[in-house]
């Protein structure tokens, strides 16, 4: 009966042929590693953007809608969004709905404020820049949120 010998000469691999196969490994890990990186900052970026309009959409709506009989707007403190009654931003009210930003903005200095009823404003042109990458929210004077 002939032993079972796995180790045969000529049947093994070579330290180089081990080597070039880790060196492979390496690059497609580290290049899924980077790409994942730059799908996670987009992510971000689009998700702090979506964030600002659904904030924009609900501040008009409530204006709008005449909730609680009063304008509504929509201001940056840091680290906040502030959606807040009345025509101006003041950070002390408890009547402020506060949600928290992923980052600085960069665009929205000041408020926006949506008339009572109608949602009309003055217009205002917002900026998002995360990461080198820039989006523009636009509010015409009729209220419409464009981005």
């Known amino acids: 009966m002939q032993s079972l010998n796995i180790f045969h000469p000529g049947r093994a ?5 081990i080597l070039v196969v880790v ?10 590693l980077f790409m994942s990186m730059d799908v996670y900052r987009g992510f971000s970026f689009r998700s702090e953007r979506d964030v ?3 904030i ?4 008009r709506s409530r204006a709008i ?3 609680h009989q009063t304008p509504w707007g929509v201001c940056y ?3 906040n969004y502030l959606i807040f009654r009345g025509t101006t931003c003041d950070s002390r009210l408890s009547t402020n709905e506060t949600i928290p930003a992923n980052a600085a903005p960069g665009g929205l200095s000041g408020s926006v404020v949506f008339s009572q009823l109608g949602g009309t404003t003055t217009g205002a042109t917002l ?8 989006s523009t929210i636009t509010i015409n004077y009729e209220g419409a949120i464009i981005w």
């Open 77 to 79: 403190v840091a680290p």
């Open 127 to 134: 900026t998002v820049t995360e990461h080198g990458k820039t």
């Open 13 to 17: 691999f070579t330290l180089i042929e």
């Open 65 to 67: 809608n005449n909730y």
């Open 23 to 32: 060196a492979v490994f390496t690059l497609i890990i580290g290049l899924g």
């Open 56 to 59: 924009l959409q609900k501040a």
């Open 52 to 54: 600002m309009v659904s």
